[in-house]
């Protein structure tokens, strides 16, 4: 797992400011071996899981993203679209 953090803030293309991309993608590899944290993402980031989620795919999936382990960048992304698929199967009530 890398800490990613030290990396310089720019726009991306209408994504999160790097740095705030960065952040996101930290807090996804700290906490992906605990199911993803995601009674901390709202305090930490101010969305809910599901937007957290779809951020963090996006982030990871469209250049440039952070530099990240190949094996640590997969189990993030598999872990993404597993919380996706959880949350599309939930009832709204």
Do not use: H, N
Not at 6 to 29: C, E, H, I, K
């Amino acid at each position: 797992m890398s800490t990613l953090s030290s990396r310089t803030s720019a726009a991306l293309d209408g994504r999160p400011v790097w740095s705030d991309a960065v952040r996101m993608v930290d807090f996804a590899a700290q906490w992906m071996s605990f199911d993803g944290g995601d009674e901390y993402i709202l305090p930490e980031f101010g969305i809910d899981p599901t937007a957290y989620y779809r951020r963090v795919l996006t982030i990871l999936q469209t250049p440039p993203s952070p530099p990240l382990d190949p094996v640590d960048r997969q189990r993030i992304v598999e872990l993404c679209q597993q919380k996706l698929t959880l949350a599309k199967s939930r009832p709204l009530w």
